[in-house]
């Protein structure tokens, strides 16, 4: 069924997910409150201008759970999402498993900012950059196709992660207005789950 140009995921089969459940809750707000919290992160990095104890927290905890939200975003678009949403989702969600343990290093090693992190780790940094881009990419276009979620957010994903990619190595503040782009996608995608849960709830 398509409603308010996307389709709405339909159906009682082990291949759906029920439209408006309460896992579209879970997902839906954990997909706006991490993401913000990492963004709060960034924005703390570009205030002092180094890393700090609670700056690499906050970045940890919005870090480690990108993976798994993710992965709930692409099961609530099932099936419609398809097999280039799940490889999307896969590769986004392993680059973050990778970047979340170079936070936990900074943390134990004392590291003092982002370029001390990306002189230790060098070509590690390279590849997962570009597993990051890919999988970002597939996702937002499997998304866009799937019309589940609003089109704007897969748009959106992927202009932010090739801007996070080709920013890397420029400023605190150039890459936090690029970080903030797949940020907000995360959040628009969440609150879009909101509102489908809700207008689920208003309908029984």
Request: positive net charge; hydrophobic residues 50%.
């Amino acid at each position: 069924m398509t409603t308010g140009g996307r389709r709405e995921i339909s159906g009682t089969g082990p291949e759906s997910v029920a439209k408006g459940s309460d896992f579209d809750v879970l997902v839906g707000l954990a997909s706006i409150v991490f993401p913000i919290i990492y963004f709060v992160a960034d924005l703390i990095e570009t205030a002092q201008g180094n890393f700090s104890t609670g700056r690499l927290v906050l970045a940890y905890i919005g870090e480690s759970a990108i993976p798994f939200f993710v992965l709930g975003l692409y099961a609530t678009q099932r099936p419609r999402i398809g097999r280039l949403g799940l490889f999307g989702a896969l590769a986004y969600g392993y680059s973050f498993v990778f970047f979340t343990s170079t936070v936990v290093y900074a943390l134990a090693a004392d590291l003092s900012n982002w370029k001390a992190v990306t002189h230790v780790f060098g070509g590690w940094f390279i590849l997962h950059g570009a597993i990051m881009v890919i999988g970002g990419v597939a996702f937002g276009l499997a998304s866009i196709k799937a019309e589940v979620l609003p089109r704007w957010t897969g748009i959106l994903l992927i202009i932010g992660v090739v801007l996070v990619a080709a920013t890397a190595g420029m400023s605190n503040g150039v890459r936090t207005a690029a970080a903030a782009l797949p940020d907000a996608a995360f959040v628009g995608m969440g609150l879009a789950l909101l509102r489908r849960h809700s207008r689920a709830t208003s309908c029984r």
